[in-house]
């Protein structure tokens, strides 16, 4: 089926740099703009995994409004079934360590923004064959995984702006603040999760960034007009 008239104007204007996009606010115009998107699965055996319930709604969406904004957006997603932006370069990625490898070879960039829930642990030691049941319990033994935004905030070299997510079920200034502070960030963006109807599997979302001397909540809503605000805050904070 044809799709719809605006969906292949803006999807023209895209590819082709246009300002014939419906959205002319093109702020970030000559801008190269990293992001992450989506859960990681982590490998127990060749049949078993670790993951979690991003769904990657919002990282896309981010990079939908980047792209809009008229930057050039490199998407790493991990494991989701969404389409790709128009305009915007996907690179797909499984777990935690891919997707640390794909960010960092995705650089040099202005801007990274972290909207990907990477599993903070891995397997040690993925089984190579299938993990047969034997005992009454099973002790999993994990390690860290590398913190992406932290080291993309301290080694990364040429950022204008790194922005990370916190996911909150309880205390989401206050978390949220911590963080900034210790990955050392420009902005990050708060969520609550585990609420009834936002969060990750969710179209809508609640969200209030973060920065050092200021803070804004956004009207909640769509992921996607969410995104739009956060990309406008992102070029107020840029400009700051
Ligand atoms: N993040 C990352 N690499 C990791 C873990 C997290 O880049 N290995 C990023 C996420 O993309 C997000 C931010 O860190 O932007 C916050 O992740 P979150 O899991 O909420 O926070 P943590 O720092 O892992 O703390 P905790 O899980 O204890 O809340």
Redesign the pocket.
């Known amino acids: 089926r044809l799709s719809e008239p605006e969906a292949i104007i803006a999807s023209l204007a895209a590819s082709t740099g246009s300002s014939a996009s419906p959205v002319a606010n093109r702020a970030l115009a000559g801008l190269r703009v990293v992001v ?1 998107a989506g859960p990681t699965y982590e490998d127990l055996d060749p049949v078993r995994y670790l993951g979690n319930r991003s769904s990657g709604k919002m990282g896309f969406a981010i990079a939908d409004s980047a792209r809009r904004r008229g930057a050039e957006v490199v998407l790493v997603a991990g494991p989701v079934h969404l389409a790709t932006p128009p305009g915007v370069r996907r690179v797909d990625v499984r777990s ?1 360590a891919q997707m640390h490898q794909a960010v960092f070879a995705a650089f040099p960039a202005d801007i990274y923004i ?7 642990y891995t397997p040690r030691m993925p089984a190579a064959n299938k993990i047969k049941k034997s005992n009454e319990s099973l002790a999993l033994d994990l390690v860290r ?6 080291e ?1 905030a301290a080694q990364a070299e040429g950022l204008k702006l790194v922005v ?5 079920t309880e205390n989401v200034a206050g ?1 949220a603040r911590g ?1 900034l502070v210790a ?1 050392h960030l420009d902005l990050i963006v708060a969520n609550r999760v585990g609420v009834a109807d936002g969060g990750f599997e969710s179209d809508q979302n609640a969200m209030t960034a973060y920065w050092q001397d200021g803070e804004r909540t956004f009207t909640p809503g769509a992921k996607t007009r969410l995104a739009d605000d956060l990309i406008d805050l992102i070029v107020e904070r840029l400009d700051a």
Do not use: M
Not at 114 to 120: E, F, I, N, Q
Not at 145 to 150: A, G, K, M, R, V
């Open positions: 992450s935690a972290g909207a990907a829930a990477v599993a903070d995984t590398p913190d992406i935004l932290s993309v990370g997510f916190a996911a909150e978390y963080k990955k």
